[in-house]
Nanobody, 121 residues
């Protein structure tokens, strides 16, 4: 059974940092692309950053380039999203998800539960 457990969200001031973690199990890391997605109130859920399980190729959506860093640890089956210089527009529920065919798929195979990130002064 695939399980994706996201954690690390919270309330942070603008300019602050958070590190999200996704504990993954039930699948072979190398065979999937793993991504972080977010959904703000009233908006669609979109990919923020993704990493290929096999070669760790990464992708970042333009609004987070230079501020967010995605990484993975195959030994621990963990995926991280380091978020620096956070802005109020980063406020959203963040999800980790995996897909076996597409990098940063808009409809990944499996979703984890979300973790709330709120950036506010």
């Amino acid at each position: 059974e695939v399980q994706l457990q996201a954690s690390g969200g919270g309330l942070v001031h603008p300019g602050g940092s958070l590190r999200l973690s996704c504990a993954a199990s039930g699948f072979t890391f190398d065979e999937y692309a793993i991504g972080w997605y977010r959904q703000a109130p009233g908006k669609e859920r979109d990919a923020v950053s993704c990493i290929a399980g096999r070669d760790r190729t990464t992708y970042y959506r333009d609004p987070v380039k230079g501020r967010f860093t995605i990484s993975s640890d195959k030994v621990k089956n963990m995926v991280y999203l380091q978020m620096d210089n956070l802005k109020p527009e980063d406020t959203a529920v963040y999800y980790c998800a995996i897909d076996s065919l597409m990098f940063c798929s808009s409809r990944p195979d499996y979703w984890g539960q979300g973790t709330q990130v709120t950036v506010s002064s």
